[in-house]
């Protein structure tokens, strides 16, 4: 398993993400997931092995299987396997998606249905999450009635923040912001369905959208991977308390334990830290797909 830092490519750059970078093929983009990690809004100085090949076949697999309900960007899952780019395999391999060039909406579109992380913090504040009103007397970790739509802006430095659906509708207007409300509830519900038959919840996940050529609404970035979602164990899941995490929130749990600022730069990791979140991300992996790492 080839850990990679930052992919070093003949292509034209288009973006540098804190976890993906994006190349210029034509009138396609290559994206190559690295085994970056971020947390709060800072890309840490440690890697964890493997992450990024994890991250792409995990979207690749849930870009195939949710293909029926909305179109993705995704022309090849394996570009590493094209005449084209075979010389550069040892980068792109299992790591790299070859897709569509879109126009994005400047949005993360986030559903949540059990209300932890920021969702937790602001409804202590104020009962609500993006507008949505929910019910009081709420436990952390508890199952919403039914799963919310909370979008934030989209930041590539920075913090996103948090927006109302109304603030959307201004923004994309009435009718988009409704489609990519009804759309993200759609893929949510299906892939949680799917997950629990596999022992999993997910608590919450974002989407990312865009506009192609034609004016069609599809699906781009990545879903349902551990970056993007939270994911439980069904039988560790106990309502008023955090179960054992696998995803990103392994990370930021122990960042949130240690004595950094979350201002300053950050600190490099521990091996064992880094070891356990390549650890679960493989088993998230491995649970939800039925592939080995």
Not at 15 to 37: C, H, M, N, Q, T
Request: hydrophobic share 40%.
């Amino acid at each position: 398993m080839n850990t990679l830092a930052r992919a070093e490519l003949p292509f034209k750059l288009f973006k540098r993400g804190k976890v993906r970078d994006v190349f210029e093929a034509g009138d396609r983009l290559l994206i190559v997931s690295s085994d970056r990690i971020s947390a709060f809004d800072h890309i840490l100085p440690s890697l964890i092995p493997g992450k990024g090949q994890v991250l792409n076949r995990i979207a690749a697999f849930w870009f195939e299987r949710t293909r029926e309900l909305i179109p993705n960007h995704v022309l090849c899952s394996e570009p590493e396997t094209l005449a084209e780019f075979a010389a550069h395999a040892a980068i792109l391999e299992k790591r790299t998606l070859l897709a569509r060039r879109v126009n994005a909406f400047p949005v993360e579109a986030i559903v949540r249905g059990y209300i932890v992380g920021s969702g937790w913090n602001t409804y202590q504040k104020s009962g609500e999450v993006c507008g949505v009103k929910l019910p009081g007397g709420l436990k952390f970790a508890d199952r919403l009635p039914e799963p919310i739509f909370t979008p934030t802006t989209k930041a590539d430095q920075g913090h996103d923040a948090d927006i109302t659906f109304e603030q959307l509708a201004g923004s994309l207007g009435r009718e988009t912001a409704a489609q990519l409300r009804a759309l993200s509830l759609k893929l949510f519900a299906a892939a949680s369905a799917f997950a629990l038959e596999q022992g999993i919840i997910i608590a919450d996940s974002k989407f990312e959208f865009g506009r192609d050529a034609q004016g069609n609404i599809i699906l781009i970035d990545e879903i349902f991977t551990p970056d993007s979602s939270r994911f439980w164990k069904r039988d560790e899941y106990r309502p008023g308390q955090e179960p054992p995490p696998f995803d990103k929130q392994y990370v930021r749990n122990y960042l949130l334990a240690s004595s950094w600022d979350r201002r300053s730069t950050p600190p490099e990791l521990p091996a064992d830290v880094i070891s356990a979140t390549a650890a679960k991300y493989g088993e998230i992996f491995h649970i939800l797909t039925g592939q080995q790492p």
